[in-house]
């Protein structure tokens, strides 16, 4: 982890300013020369430059590889018809759009391409961190996100879109750009759904024109989703395109494939239990999810001062997405990548506990896909690291609602300065 400053940084600045706006709070950490974090910037972007160009010459567009999956996918729905009309898609609108943007011919021209977007996004979403929180919070994300170098899957994957369109949001409407904000955080749902627990945030701040902006993008946008695909275009991507199973890495699909392996199954682009999802589950884990994310929001209206900044940038942002990936019957590897950047937040504010819990996450979530072949077959040593991640999980979401809820965090003991 890079080195923190102190715990409450917003003191002795505007409300919205960065980290690097304070006297000397972008110089480099005590001890270090000038150019050290730039050194450890050039290193952590060439490192993964590197990955990327062992990934692509070593057999990632052949058929059975479990990193090229994804664009084989991709590749399925431009073969012609009417995505979500013709033929099922799980993805909303902007993310089909980027697909298409980058599908070629070629599958391993289209996995480059896919692989060069994804690294561009991520230094894109670095710069945003890095200008709205400081540099220790952008290099604080590529240091949470480096485990997932040694086994590439975020450069040949799509999510990185909505981590960049929902860290905007929430860069601008904490730089009191409420109407810009709340227009790219609503992108982002079309990219994504997940950004939706984010859109609190405007609750909080009071940023009615921003809220306003958010509920106008979404109703255009959904309108011109459904007028072009469909009502069951909502359906399919609620859905997973109708999946029935449990996704074996979800917190009760891991469990339940321990315990019978041969049962599961590949079904809809993922292996899945034979066990279905009953109603009544998807209902508990919709209301699970509701719950923790207004406690999560709750906890961020009753602090104040540096406290308030900290819990609506950082923590109830983490909470609510844990939330969502605890409280899921798909829990996907790709999909750790949309906390790490409010993760990174926190770390970088001396909260180390959640710093080295996301980092245990992203390490066993890449052993845990480079292991997949063993993991389908029910290897103990392949299935049980997912059962230690999903823990973690449940850890890092109880701390951050800790971190919420403690008294300190509401005596307003400190406060920004104007």
């Known amino acids: 982890m890079v080195d923190a400053p102190a715990a409450h940084p917003a003191v002795g600045r505007a409300p919205g300013a960065s980290e690097g706006d304070a006297p000397g709070a972008g110089s480099a950490p005590r001890g270090w020369p000038w150019w050290a974090p730039w050194a450890l910037l050039a290193g952590l972007v060439a490192i993964r430059v590197v990955a990327i160009a062992v990934l692509l010459s070593t057999g990632v567009a052949d058929e059975h590889s479990v990193l090229g999956g994804d664009a084989r996918r991709y590749a399925e729905y431009f ?9 099922p898609v799980e993805y909303p609108p902007l993310t089909l759009a980027l697909a298409w943007l980058l599908h070629r011919p070629s599958l391993w021209a289209s996995l480059a391409l896919l692989a060069a977007s994804q690294l561009a996004v991520e230094l894109l979403i670095t710069a945003v961190l890095w200008r709205t929180w400081g540099r220790r919070t952008g290099l604080t994300y590529l240091v949470l996100g480096t485990p997932m170098v040694a086994f590439p899957f975020p450069y040949v994957r799509i999510d990185l879109l909505s981590v960049l369109l929902a860290v905007s949001g929430a860069a601008l409407l904490r730089r009191r750009h409420a109407a810009a904000g709340g227009t790219v955080l609503a992108a982002a749902v079309f990219a994504k759904v997940w950004p939706l627990v984010l859109a609190p945030a405007m609750l909080v701040r009071r940023q009615w024109r921003g809220l306003l902006a958010w509920a106008a993008t979404g109703a255009v946008g959904l309108a011109a989703w459904v007028a072009w695909a469909g009502t069951s275009a909502l359906e399919q991507v ?3 395109r109708g999946a029935k199973g449990w996704q074996i890495e979800s917190f009760p699909g891991v469990l339940i494939h321990i315990s019978d392996p041969a049962a599961s ?3 809809q682009g993922a292996w899945r ?18 719950t923790v994310v207004v406690l999560a929001w709750l906890g961020a209206t009753r602090a104040s001062g540096a406290a308030r900044e900290l819990a609506v940038d950082a923590y109830a942002p983490l909470a609510a997405v844990v939330a969502m990936l605890v409280f899921a019957p798909i829990l996907s590897p790709q999909y750790v990548l949309w906390f790490v950047p409010f993760a990174a937040v926190a770390a970088a504010r001396g909260d180390r506990l959640v710093g080295w819990l996301t980092l245990v996450v992203t390490a066993l979530t890449t052993f845990i ?3 997949i072949h063993a993991q389908t077959e029910g290897a103990r040593w392949a299935t049980y690291p997912i059962v230690v991640r999903n823990l973690v999980l ?9 971190r919420l809820w403690r008294r300190q965090n509401h005596k307003g003991a400190s406060t920004a300065v104007n």
């Not at 073969?79 to 033929?87: K, L, N």
């Not at 239990?273 to 509701?290: N, S």
């Not at 850890?395 to 800790?402: C, D, N, S």
Request: glycine fraction near 8%.
């Open 273 to 290: 239990t034979a066990v279905e999802v009953p109603g009544w589950a998807k209902v508990a884990m919709a209301v699970a999810v509701l």
């Open 238 to 240: 609620a859905t997973f």
């Open 369 to 371: 896909l480079a292991s």
């Open 265 to 267: 199954r590949v079904e």
């Open 394 to 402: 449940v850890a890092l979401g109880a701390v951050v609602l800790h």
């Open 79 to 87: 073969q012609g018809g009417t995505p979500y009309r013709d033929f």
